[in-house]
């Protein structure tokens, strides 16, 4: 299991540093094989921090990012965080799944209308 584990760590972090997300793909990968949604996330947002930590070190070194905004985002990002994790404590697992698969859709639809829009600009 701990070869799963790795594997799926290594998927979220080389999209993660791309910009895409790695929690998109790393909660429904965990959930398919057979982690709790709760747990899931958790492992998500564990994982995340870490991560963020060592690319926002990178891409300010690099010039990539401007430090006073990063430092803003995070701040306002923990804040929500805490707020968001206290309430999820109270919904369970098979709603959050719902919820989740929704926004999944959400995304997923303002992407294709991103495409298609940029797609008949040129």
Do not use: C, D, H, R
């Not at 910009?19 to 996330?41: D, E, F």
């Not at 926002?56 to 990002?77: M, W």
């Amino acid at each position: 299991m701990w070869i799963v584990f790795i594997i799926l760590g290594v998927i979220s972090g080389v999209l993660g540093a791309m910009g895409l997300g790695g929690g998109t793909v790393l909660i429904p990968l965990l959930s398919i094989i057979g982690v709790a949604q709760k747990s899931a996330q958790v492992i998500n947002v564990f994982s995340f921090v870490i991560m963020s930590f060592f690319i926002l070190f990178f891409n300010i070194k690099s010039g990539l990012t401007k430090v006073f905004p990063a430092i803003l985002f995070s701040i306002v990002g923990v804040v929500f965080a805490v707020i968001s994790s206290l309430l999820v404590q109270n919904i369970e697992n098979s709603i959050l799944k719902i919820l989740f698969g929704v926004f999944l859709l959400i995304v997923a639809i303002f992407e294709i209308i991103s495409f298609v829009s940029k797609y008949k600009s040129k």
